[in-house]
């Protein structure tokens, strides 16, 4: 059996040499290696200006637009920055939120679907769940919550490690005639 594929490969060489076959083989992985290299970095599209190559509807473009519009523009600029990365978020999130506005410290910022958006003056635009975040429970702003451990369960401050319905985390509820001590049902 051996013999046939033997004579079969000479036949279909005819007068290549193994090494010119070598050559050429490795030619042909190269060039294939390459060009998914530049595949790849085309369809990244770093290339620092705000041409966006992967056809985004119109709906993700006219958003980042208007977000990014008053991002420094100038040399050094973070325009073409604040483009890339609202049009990446907003692809990958399609139901998050962008979040306060442009500028040369913060380009960008966007809010998953459950989180919100928070701005006050003087501070940069954060992210964050009102619903457990316990420096701003149950709205931005809010004072933080206190206790020996503080928490914040469903919008709402408790001590994680007294409260008997959020007894070491939110919602773990210690059994009648048992008390929540250091964060333990006893």
């Not at 369809?43 to 190559?53: I, L, Q």
């Not at 040369?104 to 910022?109: G, I, M, S, Y």
């Not at 992210?127 to 809010?142: Q, S």
């Amino acid at each position: 059996m051996s013999e046939w594929i033997d004579r079969l490969a000479k036949t279909v060489a005819g007068r290549t040499s193994r090494r010119d076959a070598l050559k050429f083989l490795g030619g042909v992985l190269a060039g294939g290696l390459l060009a998914g290299f530049t595949d790849k970095a085309r369809a990244e599209d770093d290339d620092g200006d705000d041409k966006d190559k992967d056809n985004d509807n119109e709906e993700i473009n006219k958003a980042c637009q208007e977000y990014c519009e008053d991002c420094p523009h100038a040399p050094g600029g973070v325009h073409g920055h604040c483009i890339r990365f609202c049009k990446r978020f907003l692809r990958n999130n399609p139901k998050g939120k962008l979040c306060g506005t442009c500028t040369a410290k913060n380009p960008f910022t966007g809010c998953a679907l459950g989180a919100t958006c928070c701005t006050s003056k003087g501070v940069a635009a954060f992210c964050t769940n009102v619903n457990t975040d316990p420096k701003n429970c149950g709205a931005c702003g809010a004072p933080a919550c206190t206790g020996t451990t503080p928490g914040c369960c469903a919008g709402k401050c408790v001590d994680l490690a007294t409260d008997n319905n959020n007894c070491g985390k939110c919602g773990a509820s210690c059994a009648t005639g048992t008390k929540c001590t250091a964060g333990v049902c006893q």
